[in-house]
């Protein structure tokens, strides 16, 4: 897919660990294209069962044409292609028959929707978004194609919805088109995650220094607390959308998604910080990007304490112990992240019980309210304290363990460059002693030796006539010398010059040697 200018550079279009990313697309995708069969199949019971006889069976027709990316998954997963432009084509093939796939689901959506009403309707949406995300979240091992997918997927559902002149279902459809943006977190968070796995995997043994300094512990609660954040918003979006099914009432449906799509418009503003850090961290300071998370928390408190004081009035004894124990939960889920930085642990516990605690002193005794709250506010901190030290712990223990995976890399390390220096140190050795034996030889060679001609020099000769007068001194064993001479040699020097005279010399040595068989010594009186 072409480049997209105003995507974060994150996402953007590579090759590195393309053929990894394939296959593991491959295989996720048939667990998605199965699930969304599952969802799609409930949804065509449920239409069936209720009547719905002129719309089920358009989803029949359509349940088919999952064969087509099925079995494009298949044939990858078994082919194995291994040249990255094999690769892309069964990719983008794949690519095609989803989209067409989705395109003719949208245009059965576009007669069955204005058909459908109340409850009917919003399940069948439920399952269709379920049936998208079952066939999204593989592809975001190549975001953009998942962008695209997301896109074509929800966005003419949404329109539609917005624009089918129904007041209480118009918010939803709105919300639908917000959502797309709020996915991109979604899916650079899921690409970021996957990537950073397989270069761990690949570059094993090259581990960086961990910073170990002030700084650097700060860097690493920043970049937890982003990276955390995004599973915060998820959770939070997906408790806000089961509050509203779970408690819209005929006169309040409206309303309710009207809020659902305040909510989620301040989860995009969240989701577009997290997008921000980890597209390019530096671009800002710690303190910066501090205050922007910590304003995020903020905004996102009060969205969800407003559907108190919106709606406290519409709400019964029953739906607000619902209301309580969807908020503990959401309590829970937003702290996710906050755990290392405990000023912002602090600032979110207190910003959850403070709702809660207004509502009860409009109805309740304000001494036993402040009595009560003063008691959760003081096992509250206890809780948080004892959550801020375990996770500052747990990050010192990343960082120490890095630190200790660095440090014993770089020992073995050490450890392979001394095993080779000794290696090459042994090497050293046994050349040098080979060296000191054959120059031993030479020297022998040439002390024993006469240079030109190669014969035995005067020293020879004289040591070999020396040990033969010895043994015939014990043994009175005989041995004969001969002393040969060249005449008129000066006259080959003088006439020819030294190199005819050496020559001719070489020449005598030669034949002398081939004369006299390996009994006899034979050596130059008149070398040196």
């Not at 078994?78 to 069964?90: A, I, R, S």
């Not at 069955?112 to 009917?120: A, K, R, T």
């Not at 309210?369 to 747990?394: G, K, P, Y």
Request: hydrophobic letters at 50%.
């Amino acid at each position: 897919m072409r480049s997209i200018g105003f995507l974060p550079s994150i996402i953007k279009n590579t090759d590195e660990f393309y053929g990894e990313r394939a296959s593991l697309l491959m295989r996720r995708a048939i667990v998605g294209l199965a699930l969304a069969i599952a969802c799609n199949v409930a949804m065509i019971t449920f239409l069936y069962l209720q009547d719905v006889f002129e719309i089920w069976f358009i989803a029949v027709f359509c349940l088919p044409l999952y064969v087509f990316p099925l079995h494009t998954s298949y044939r990858f997963i078994v082919d194995k292609p291994d040249q990255l432009f094999d690769q892309k084509k069964k990719i983008r093939r794949y690519m095609r028959q989803l989209a067409i796939f989705i395109l003719v689901w949208n245009c059965s959506a576009a007669f069955i929707l204005p058909i459908l009403e109340g409850d009917i309707r919003l399940i069948t949406i439920s399952l269709f978004i379920v049936s998208v995300l079952a066939y999204f979240l593989p592809l975001t091992l190549l975001p953009r194609y998942a962008l695209f997918i997301l896109a074509i997927s929800l966005f003419p559902m949404s329109l539609q919805l917005a624009l089918l002149g129904d007041d209480k279902i118009m918010s939803l459809g709105l919300a639908g088109m917000v959502l797309v943006f709020m996915e991109v977190m979604q899916i650079v968070w899921l690409y970021r995650t996957e990537m950073d796995n397989f270069r761990r995997e690949h570059y094993r043994g090259k581990i960086s220094e961990p910073d170990m300094s002030e700084s650097g512990l700060k860097q690493l609660r920043i970049s937890a607390m982003y990276f955390q954040g995004a599973q915060s918003i998820i959770l939070q979006a997906a408790t806000a959308f089961i509050l509203v099914i779970a408690l819209r009432t005929e006169t309040t449906e409206a309303l309710m998604w009207n809020w659902f799509l305040g909510f989620i418009s301040v989860q995009v503003l969240r989701a577009a910080s997290i997008v921000s850090f980890m597209d390019d961290s530096e671009k800002r300071t710690l303190m910066q990007w501090r205050l922007i998370f910590s304003g995020g928390v903020l905004v996102s408190q009060i969205a969800w304490f407003s559907y108190l004081f919106i709606f406290s009035e519409m709400l019964n004894g029953f739906n607000y112990s619902m209301v309580s124990g969807i908020l503990i939960l959401m309590a829970v889920f937003s702290t996710i992240g906050l755990t290392a930085d405990r000023a912002l642990l602090y600032f979110n516990s207190v910003l959850c019980l403070a709702p809660l605690t207004l509502i009860l002193i409009a109805d309740l005794n304000t001494w036993l309210v402040v009595a009560l709250s003063l008691l959760a506010i003081l096992s509250l901190l206890v809780v948080v304290e004892n959550i801020h030290q375990s996770s500052a712990r747990s990050l010192k223990g990343r960082l120490l363990q890095k630190l200790a995976e660095y440090r014993a890399e770089k020992m073995q390390e050490l450890n392979i460059d001394l095993t080779h220096a000794r290696k090459r140190l042994t090497e050293v050795n046994a050349s040098l002693e080979s060296q000191i034996q054959e120059r031993t030889r030479e020297l022998k060679h040439q002390a024993n030796h006469d240079m030109l001609t190669g014969l035995g020099n005067r020293y020879r000769f004289a040591t070999e006539v020396q040990t033969a007068l010895e043994e015939y001194d014990k043994d009175q064993s005989g041995f004969a010398v001969y002393m040969l001479d060249l005449n008129r040699f000066k006259e080959i020097n003088d006439g020819l010059g030294h190199f005819s005279g050496d020559h001719v010399l070489r020449e005598t040595a030669q034949r002398i040697s081939q004369a006299c068989d390996e009994n006899r010594i034979y050596a130059r009186w008149g070398g040196r």
